[in-house]
């Protein structure tokens, strides 16, 4: 779970890293001869600020923009970033090369400073208002504070884990035997919850298929470990209980998220015997020719008949000694998806028919670039003066609308952000 502090516009580096140190180091009292922290390599700046707080100069260390710079994508906001890690190991084996390369170094919280907004051209220009975007693990955190060197080890993970024991009726050596599922199902099981709380669904694409993808993993593992029956539902059952202090719509959604993991569990058993016994049988066909790769029509033949989502062909594949062809995969469901996309392109819905003709029209009257409406969401984000260049009512371009109409305006440029990844959109006046 990623625990986080913001500011848009408001304070920077020096609040952020005075934040971090003080909840940190005078709050929770983490060893400082265990801390080491990162800043960018021309980052002159975050690392006087650290050192000022209390660092020793000797743990804060520079590195390139592999390990210290942040984008959202080949443009757009981006900035250097301040990582701060905690040594596991021995004290008198640290050292500072072993940062950001050896497991014993565990980053605890990424301070990420959006600075610059990137051009496609690769010139940078500075943000109007900067903004901090800080990441944090809870469990990476609460693994240290209880002393054990791995998330599954706190309590954030054990009454799970305990209650996937009670349910397999396992004997602690047995659980032991079998601890990596142990693990997975009670990632896999708490990840579930809180995605169908969310309101997110399983399906084929996108989040939806992330959701399917883990639910049925979880349900294989627990077909390895014994489970002959539907089982994730009681697991997400306890993770409800230990979470809905602090989520509370976790309990208020309950019944929901209970059903919802119940009735994808029971639809991918329908199909699992029978998925797997086609696997192992073309496992061995492969195996007795000389071949240890799974090709990737075949993968993909299980994944669009039996739900056998790749992850879980590429489980049983490596459980065996053979890889997937997962690049033939990819081109299979492409093609798939481009038979479904060219079916569905007959049955457009009207509505899309009017915006895109619309569009067409502005651009070609020269209302609008190539480009479509400018989305100014990074360089004003308050307030575009603009004209309005398109109207609809019902769904229908007019030239003028009635007072107290519902009615959609199109304009050439715009701050609001539209909805996206999860946020919702942005909502304001126009005057």
Known sequence: EMLGNFSFGDYFKKEAIGFAWQLLIEELELPLERMWFTVYTDD????????????????????????NWWSMGD????GPCSEIHYYWGDLDEQTPEGVNRDDEYLEIWNLVFMQYDQKVDGEMTNLPAPSVDTGAGLERLASILQGTDNNYDTDAFLPIMARIQELAGHSAAQRQENLIRYRAIADHA?????????????????????????????????????????????????????MAHHYVDLA?????????????????????NTGLNMLDGLMTELRNAGQHEIPGKDAFFLWDTFGFPLDITRDVAEENGFTVDEAGYQIALTEQKERSRASVAEKV????????????????????????VNHLIYENADEVETTVIGLLVDGAPVERADVGAAVEVVLPATPFYVESGGQVSDTGEIY
Not at 75 to 78: A, D, H, L, S, V
Not at 236 to 241: G, H, N, S
Not at 253 to 271: A, G, M, P, S, Y
Not at 351 to 372: F, I, M, N, R
Request: aromatic share 8%; with cysteine.
């Open 75 to 78: 443009t757009g906001p981006c």
């Open 252 to 272: 208020a959604k309950r019944d929901f998220i209970l059903q919802t993991i119940t009735d994808e569990e029971v639809r991918f058993h329908r199909t699992l």
């Open 349 to 372: 819905a009207p509505d899309v028919v009017v915006y895109a003709e619309l569009l067409s029209k502005l651009k070609a009257a020269g209302a609008l670039g190539d480009e479509g």
């Open 44 to 67: 002159d700046e975050a690392e006087r600020l650290w050192i000022a707080a209390g660092a020793p100069p000797e743990r804060v260390l520079r590195f390139g923009k592999k390990d």
């Open 190 to 242: 708490r990840a579930c919850t809180f995605l169908i709380g969310d309101g997110v669904l399983p399906g084929n694409e996108s989040r939806s298929y992330i959701l399917r993808m883990i639910l049925r993993r979880a349900a294989r593992f627990g077909k390895l470990i014994g489970f002959e029956q539907p089982f994730l539902a009681q697991v997400a059952d306890t993770v409800i209980d230990g």
